[in-house]
């Protein structure tokens, strides 16, 4: 009997212990995690935080949350505190023990709000450049990369910033980056010439290296380096005169508004670089000039030229100087301009009194209303070369493209060039510069060797 308690006994006790321990069982809680967002959108490196909602609450459980992402590159995570990295996708999950929830992260560029040019108009001459910048915000953008295009590459072309004037025309250049863009006007415009500059067989022009000069020829200020032609481009003349007061009337009225260029080579024959002004001991074409004002004030080369020509339509050979300059003269003269003629007494003036220096100026200066004959009132000399200043206007244009002046009187060592204007008594007027610095007006015979040298209004 004794026996048979203390089996059962232990039957009972090993029963309470088993149902014990399935209790015990029982009692550990289920474990949950999820997170507070499943998609995530950022841009290149904003930030984000995820909250992990564990339970039951993780210090009860004595665990902690383990955070990671599936692709570094593109979005890291830290603490739940999410960076994004870099376009494209990745998924940060938070694990607690076996449980895990986790969160899409999309990262997107950052993209170009505003593009803005520094400069929205802009005038260029042809063959100009100008450089345009342009702000791309925000600063970091993703891709900044701005594209440059022009509506018309015919007027203006434009190359990391960089636009470059082609011909006279107007157009846009844009500026793009992203979705943003900013544009400019562009204006090609014809520069205005100035005393020096190379004039061209296509009727254009370009800077000759004058600073600055004050009416008269006054002053004038020169480049340091005096600028070379425009390659490909053939120069056939310097410009002389472009102020308004000093061009013809009917020079203006026919559209030659710009002023007065003169040929880098002479009208001649084959045999030497002179001629003579006419054989016609008779002539009468044309009213003489011998007081320094009226000198001063003739700007009708081309209405003189234009008349000889007429009164010797059929007898040109006996007005060499007019014929060479009128009769196939080694330049063609460009469409847009009067064609050549000889310059008259005022033309040749301006011409001395431009291009041979500021000595020769001011002694003309003086001499613009002095009513005295010019044969006996107008000569001086400066301190230097003045055939030598008159060629200098044509020092980088290459020898076999141009005439220089010379010495055609040994004796006095100066150059004499015909005017289209007659004085008097079988005598045409010239104007001689020298070596010794001499500058004057003077009078020659009909059959004299002097230099013609036409010019050309436009």
Not at 120 to 136: D, W
């Amino acid at each position: 009997m004794k026996k048979f308690l203390k089996t059962s006994l232990l039957l009972i006790c090993a029963s309470l212990c088993m149902l014990s321990c399935k209790d015990d069982e029982n009692d550990v809680p289920e474990i949950t995690v999820a997170l507070d967002k499943t998609e995530l959108a950022l841009t290149i490196g904003e930030t984000s935080s995820l909250t992990a909602l564990v339970t039951p609450p993780l210090e009860t459980i004595g665990q902690s949350v383990v955070w990671s992402s599936d692709n570094e590159a593109v979005a890291t995570v830290s603490e739940g505190t999410v960076t994004a990295v870099a376009v494209g996708q990745a998924t940060v999950t938070a694990t607690v023990g076996e449980k895990s929830a986790t969160c899409v992260v999309t990262v997107s560029p950052i993209v170009v709000r505003s593009v803005t040019l520094d400069e929205h108009a802009i005038t260029l001459e042809v063959e100009g450049t100008q450089t345009l910048t342009a702000t791309v915000l925000p600063d970091d953008a993703t891709d900044p990369t701005v594209t440059w295009t022009s509506n018309d590459e015919t007027i203006a072309t434009v190359e990391a910033g960089v636009v470059t004037a082609v011909a006279v025309g107007t157009t846009v250049i844009r500026a793009e980056a992203g979705d943003a863009a900013d544009s400019c006007v562009v204006t090609v415009a014809v520069p205005e010439p100035k005393i020096g500059d190379y004039f061209y067989s296509d009727g254009t022009w370009s800077d000759g290296g004058l600073v600055s000069i004050e009416a008269d020829g006054l002053n004038p200020v020169w480049a340091d380096v005096k600028p070379a032609p425009k390659a490909g481009k053939t120069v056939i003349g310097i410009v002389f005169q472009t102020f308004g007061d000093r061009i013809a009337e009917t020079d203006k009225e026919a559209g030659y508004t710009h002023g007065y260029v003169v040929a880098v080579k002479s009208a001649h024959g084959t045999e030497k670089q002179t001629t003579w002004w006419s054989s016609d001991f008779d002539f009468s074409a044309l009213k003489g000039a011998k007081l320094a004002s009226t000198w001063y004030k003739n700007v009708n080369g081309r209405a003189e030229t234009t008349k000889v020509g007429e009164v010797y339509s059929e007898r040109m050979d006996l007005m060499p100087a007019f014929k060479w300059t009128l009769n196939g003269f080694t330049f063609a003269a460009p469409e847009t301009t009067s064609g050549w003629f000889l310059p008259s007494t005022g033309q040749l003036w301006d011409m001395m009194a431009n291009l041979c220096g500021n000595g020769v100026a001011a002694y003309m200066k003086e001499w613009q209303a002095l009513d005295k004959d010019a044969t006996w009132y107008c000569s001086e000399k400066t301190d230097y070369d003045v055939i030598a200043q008159f060629n200098s206007t044509m020092s980088e244009i290459p020898a076999e493209d141009k005439e220089e002046l010379f010495v055609t009187e040994k004796y006095y060592t100066t150059c004499s060039l015909w005017a289209s204007t007659p004085y008097a008594d079988e005598t045409s007027c010239v104007m001689n510069i020298g070596t010794n610095g001499t500058i004057e007006c003077m009078t020659e015979y009909f059959d004299y060797d002097a230099v013609a040298r036409p010019i050309l209004a436009f």
